[in-house]
């Protein structure tokens, strides 16, 4: 309020004639208002479907005139009563934020400052009205907006102000205007209003030497032509994306092809050929999507395809999109309802033909969570499913778990055992799939507690570890996981630790067998503190941020510094036998939640629940973004899967717990080849000192249970006890005597205290407790 009573003391508060639409207007209009400007009058296009404005809708509610022209012109001459009514306003300054209208030189050049228009090119390049097309279309690497004044050429006025930004390589049209154009474009139009009220606002000729001006991008105009190299081929399609929309020629009919990505290893996809009129080569359809070739051999890839009725499917779906039968619904999902202000619905109703927009596809995304909180949709799922039939069918199987994902194959290895038939995966996991490793290579994983083999397992080698890594890669680039709204994110690993929980038992019974820990322990220790992990970093997906610092000694003092946290990449875990599944979830949970990608190396002798968490992972996400293509799991021969994994130039962090020798390996390792971050838990094998105040038994059972606690696999077990002269030989008595009541043996005995020590990694060091060192007090 100070503010605004400062400017308006000073004489810089103008009478403006905001002249536009969109949301975009509407921004401009509420700050302008909020800098203390007089708005005299909002003149924007007529209703459309008994629909106002957004515009049209803020002016209203404040009480300012608001004049709906259906236009200001007939055959090149201006409307004189029209012009008449814009004149009456009194302004004194005309804005243009966003305009569909031609708007005659009457009104431009009536007002004492003129009239300002919004742009979103670096003029002179891209004049036109699909500037930001063509920018991605050329592929520029600059882009940004221009506020010039108007002239009576067609974005020809001299430049008050620009500003830009980077184009990213994967930038849609809808990506780079959220991202920049759209909020910096508003705070770059009230900044110049700014300027002009100052009496501060340059006028720079636009040069001549640059620019360009191109053709309104429409259906007609925006064919594909596949005889380019791939990356024109993509930025044509990310240019024309969504709107008008690049197509071709495909079986037939005209398809139209969104979400558009370049991929390095494009030519090695797997999947079935699809023959484009013109390509130089057949797509691919894959899992991932549809694989294009440019005329250099070179890849990207499509996510998304529309067919001339307007159904949108994705991409991956193409051979597939026409099998699926009606679900018949129950009676309780016959009332499942969208849509509720629609009066009248059928089975045909289009949801884009009632009326809606793209802000009404969020609102209807986010009422389904609302009313249905386990149905995950995302915004291309109305644009793939825009019938009311065919939505709630999509919902319905979401629901139901049956939305027409590839079932997940798995070879198991079977064992009745603990009172139930436990199945374990034994393959590599790499990109969403269990496989064989290179060679066919195996080995026998071993039950610790009779040396019996529990089955044959597949030994990674140096080229599964570099094809994990690629799939990780690609998954962190391509893919969704790191992209996806951070409480989608925090939905599916909150679902992950849902599903660890319905097969708790079964976790904690491989877990028993493979790594000898008691039965009991597993299932409260080993598997429920796992879940808790996944379950508490599912909560911290949304509150990842950064910090906002002011700078004191800058002057004048409005400058600040901000940190932004972003997901790495690909990041490497290694982990030991001691708690196989905890040591998992510690690290696992937290790569995933900052929306990493993970390539995870279990120790070799204790592979086998980490495989059946990899199962449960890709069973329980979905094709938008889960933790299925997002992990990598190789069982491997340690040193040389970990010293791979420690010197791949796509790995971006490695995480490590063992002993203090191999952490100072790993560490040179990951500093000679790329320098990527470390964080290493090592050592351990603390000491425990017990004096003669102490209260004997309570010491003694504390005393043992930091000894004994996992069967001594532990990281902070007391390997050593220091025990007062004074009281040793009491203590090791009633040690003794404790060590006789003790049960070990058979871990899925109720009845066994310690499970046997997992021998298969103690061959070359086996751990023994002495208590042999006599102190003082």
């Keep these: 309020f100070c503010w605004r009573v400062c400017r308006t003391l000073c004489g810089v508060r103008m009478k403006i004639a905001v002249i536009g639409q969109s949301l975009f207007g509407q921004e401009v209009y509420k700050e302008l208002r909020k800098e203390g400007h007089n708005i005299v009058g909002v003149f924007t296009i007529p209703d459309k479907d008994g629909k106002a404005d957004p515009l049209a809708t803020e002016a209203e509610k404040d009480g300012v005139a608001v004049f709906k022209f259906p236009r200001w012109r007939v055959k090149g001459q201006a409307i004189p009563e029209v012009v008449d009514q814009y004149k009456a306003t009194g302004a004194e300054l005309n804005v243009l934020p966003f305009c569909s209208q031609f708007i005659p030189m009457e009104v431009i050049d009536h007002p004492q400052h003129g009239s300002i228009i919004y742009h979103p090119s670096l003029l002179p390049r891209h004049r036109g009205a699909s500037a930001i097309n063509w920018t991605l279309i050329h592929g520029d690497k600059k882009g940004g907006f221009t506020v010039f004044w108007a002239d009576d050429g067609l974005d020809t006025g001299p430049i008050l102000l620009q500003r830009e930004c980077d184009v990213e390589p994967d930038d849609t049209v809808n990506t780079i205007y959220k991202r920049f154009l759209f909020p910096e474009g508003v705070k770059g139009t009230v900044e110049a209003v700014r300027l002009i009220a100052e009496g501060k606002a340059p006028r720079i000729t636009q040069p001549q030497e640059g620019a360009t001006y191109e053709c309104i991008q429409k259906k007609d105009n925006s064919k594909i032509d596949w005889n380019q190299p791939a990356e024109a081929i993509h930025n044509w399609i990310r240019g024309n994306d969504k709107v008008p929309g690049a197509w071709a020629k495909v079986d037939g009919q005209k398809v139209t092809f969104y979400g558009s990505t370049l991929v390095n290893n494009g030519t090695a996809a797997k999947g079935e050929p699809l023959e484009i009129p013109g390509a130089s080569r057949p797509g691919i359809v894959t899992k991932a999507g549809l694989v294009l070739f440019g005329n250099d051999g070179k890849t990207l890839m499509v996510k998304n395809l529309q067919f001339e009725d307007g159904k949108m499917i994705a991409a991956a779906q193409y051979f597939r999109s026409g099998s ?23 089975d045909s109703t289009d949801f884009f033909k009632s009326g809606a927009a793209s802000m009404d596809v969020v609102r209807l995304v986010e009422e389904v969570k609302l009313r249905a909180s386990h149905c995950q949709l995302q915004n291309e799922d109305v644009y793939m499913n825009t019938t009311f039939q065919d939505f709630i069918q999509m919902c319905v199987r979401k629901l139901r778990g049956e939305d027409d994902e590839e079932e997940l194959v798995v070879d198991y290895v079977s064992k009745n055992i603990n009172n139930m038939t436990i199945k374990m995966p034994h393959q590599l996991f790499i990109n969403g799939e269990f496989v064989d490793a290179e060679g066919g290579k195996t080995y026998q994983t071993i039950n610790p507690t009779d040396g019996t083999a529990i089955c044959d397992v597949s030994l990674a080698q140096i080229q599964d570890v570099d094809k994990a890594v690629a799939a990780a890669k690609e998954a962190f680039e391509e893919g969704e996981w790191g992209k996806m709204n951070p409480r989608d994110r925090g939905r599916l ?161 490695l995480g490590f717990t063992g002993s203090t020798e191999i952490g100072k390996h790993i560490m040179k390792s990951c500093a000679v080849s790329n320098v990527k971050k470390v964080s290493l838990e090592l050592g351990g094998k603390s000491p425990l000192i017990i004096f003669s105040d102490c209260d004997m038994d309570k010491a003694v059972r ?70 042999e060192y006599k102190i003082n007090k």
């Design 324 to 346: 699926s039968a009606a679900v018949e619904l129950t009676e309780e999902e016959k009332t499942f309802s969208i849509l509720t202000n629609v009066s009248q619905i059928e």
């Design 493 to 653: 690993i909150y679902k992950l630790a849902d599903l660890m929980e319905e097969h708790q038992e079964e976790l904690a019974t491989i877990e028993a067998i493979d790594s000898g820990a008691v039965y009991t322990l597993a299932l409260k220790t080993h598997v429920g503190m796992s879940i808790q992990t996944f379950r508490y970093f599912a909560g911290w997906c949304d509150k990842i941020q950064g910090s906002t610092i002011p700078i004191n000694q800058a002057r004048p003092n409005r400058n600040l510094t901000f940190t932004k946290r972003e997901p790495i990449g690909v990041c490497a875990i290694v982990i030991p036998w001691n708690y196989p599944l905890m040591m998992l979830a510690w690290k696992t949970a937290a790569c995933l939640t900052a929306g990493n990608t993970v390539v995870l190396k279990p120790a070799q002798v204790t592979p086998l629940t980490a495989l059946k968490f990899a199962e449960l992972a890709a069973k329980g996400g979905d094709s938008k973004g889960n933790p299925q293509s997002d992990r990598n799991e190789p069982p491997p021969p340690g040193a040389l899967v970990g010293q791979r994994l420690s010197d791949h130039p796509d790995v971006r962090k």
């Design 702 to 771: 504390m005393g043992m249970s930091s000894v004994f606690f996992n069967k001594g696999e532990n990281c902070i077990a007391a390997g050593r006890l220091f025990v007062e002269d004074t009281i040793h030989d009491q203590f090791v008595k009633k040690v003794v005597e404790e060590v006789k009541k003790m049960k070990i043996g058979d871990p899925l005995d109720r009845s066994t205290d310690h499970g046997p020590q997992n021998h298969k990694a103690h061959l070359d060091k086996l751990q023994t407790v002495k208590i």
